[in-house]
């Protein structure tokens, strides 16, 4: 089995309408694939905000995923009570250890032009939450309540890969590489031991120092 979580905002969906055409369609054994959000916006499927919504348009609509391998967050109900629904449908998807966190085997990542990550807004309470898995926040462009994943989750993944496209991002992306470390929510993305990739396209990458090796 195959655990991986998306990300929302516009960066991804490419990937996700590329993963859905061959040649990729028949190459990923999705048999094996189950398929989590990072975060989601607290509205309806159809509303242009939700993620599983753009993501059942790009992606989940377009593979053989058997239904109960696709695990969307709880966006219609009160978001305290959806964060709690979604820790448990982790709990039960995964394989855990006593005590321990699920273990991702990849996590998408998003960059906010703010240093945001996920629903992790700056200056926000979750970026300090140790032990819940998931919690309501509200905040963000469009501001409103969301669920997000926590850095307990986040920070156990296997691989965490960072998506960044555009030139509006490229200050964000020079500060967050050349100054690790720091307080900014995606800057507290650091793997317990997986690895951390990030892609990054040449607009949001034209603010690097040119020794900044570019994989
Ligand atoms: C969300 C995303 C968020 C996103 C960044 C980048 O739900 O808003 O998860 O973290 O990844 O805001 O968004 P863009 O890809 O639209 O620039």
Redo the contacts with the bound molecule.
């Keep these: 089995r195959f655990f991986v979580a998306l990300?929302?905002?516009?960066?991804?969906?490419a990937m996700h309408r590329t993963l859905a055409q061959e040649p990729h369609l028949s190459e990923i054994p999705w048999h094996g694939v189950h398929l989590f959000w990072?975060?989601?916006?607290c509205v309806p499927w159809e509303d242009p905000a939700s993620?599983y919504g753009a993501a059942r348009e790009d992606l989940v609509g377009r593979i053989p995923l058997p239904g109960k391998q696709v695990h969307p967050m709880p966006a219609d109900v009160v978001p305290e009570d959806g964060a709690l629904e979604y820790e448990g449908e982790l709990a039960r998807a995964f394989p855990l250890a006593e005590g321990h966190e699920p273990v991702f085997d990849l996590i998408f990542?998003?960059?906010?032009?703010d240093g945001?990550?996920?629903?992790?807004f700056p200056g926000h309470a979750a970026l300090e939450e140790r032990e819940r898995w998931v919690v309501a926040v509200k905040g963000?462009?469009p501001d409103m309540h969301?669920l997000?994943m926590t850095y307990p989750v986040l920070n156990r993944a296997r691989v965490l890969v960072f998506?960044?496209?555009?030139k509006?991002?490229a200050e964000m992306v020079r500060t967050i590489l050349e100054t690790p470390g720091g307080p900014l929510p995606a800057q507290r993305i650091r793997p317990v031991d997986g690895r951390l990739i990030w892609l990054i396209d040449r607009e949001a990458a034209s603010f690097l120092s040119s020794h900044q090796s570019l994989a």
């Design positions: 990300s929302g905002g516009s960066t991804p969906r990072v975060d989601e916006r993620n990542l998003g960059l906010g032009r945001h990550t996920a629903s992790l963000g462009d969301r997000t998506m960044v496209s555009g509006d991002k």
